[in-house]
């Protein structure tokens, strides 16, 4: 099914992927300042919840597929980035990074039919905000994945979110990342 709103990609769709690419390229193109010399990939998440997992899984499948040197992947399954860090990683960014421009991927609830949708547009996003955790806000552009409804108990929503589905989130998303690159590549962003 294809909305008329080209921010909201489901994964559903046999064109997801290509879908993804001309999106996130053109969000990117939009967004992108030419004084960034770096630019970091903040996959935001953790290990320890299915639902919450998106971030390290995408993280993990790009630090597979990366080949850019000035592209940096921060969140993966093995050092995630979650609530107890993000301050630390965001520190960590700001040292060694002059003039990043970051992308922030990161799962989230919300309405049921929009299960299984990705996000991707420009701008900040907070992450935690569906579990009421104050964090900051971050990046330049962002690419969500709707992994389940919101409502009630929401820390165990997300601990009751098929794997199958985020899975295929991470596919598409890392995929089209990559993909989205190697043609920004091409045109010399």
Do not use: W
């Amino acid at each position: 099914m294809r909305t008329i709103d080209n921010s909201i990609i489901d994964i559903k769709d046999p064109m997801a992927l290509p879908m993804f690419v001309e999106r996130f390229t053109s969000i990117f193109k939009d967004t992108y300042n030419m004084r960034c010399t770096n630019i970091i990939v903040l996959c935001i998440g953790t290990d320890r919840s299915t639902g919450d997992c998106l971030g390290p899984l995408v993280g993990y499948k790009l630090s597979l597929m990366n080949k850019q040197q000035n592209i940096f992947i921060y969140g993966t399954l093995d050092n995630p980035v979650h609530a107890k860090n993000i301050h630390d990683t965001l520190d960590a960014i700001k040292a060694n990074h002059q003039h990043p421009f970051i992308i922030a991927i990161d799962a989230c609830l919300g309405n049921h039919e929009r299960i299984g949708s990705i996000i991707v547009d420009k701008g900040p996003i907070v992450p935690g905000a569906g579990v009421n955790k104050k964090l900051p806000k971050v990046g330049d552009m962002y690419v969500i994945g709707i992994v389940n409804a919101s409502g009630f108990a929401e820390y165990l929503i997300l601990q009751n979110t098929r794997l199958s589905l985020v899975m295929k989130m991470a596919d598409i998303i890392s995929k089209g990342i990559c993909l989205s690159f190697s043609r920004l590549a091409e045109i010399s962003i």
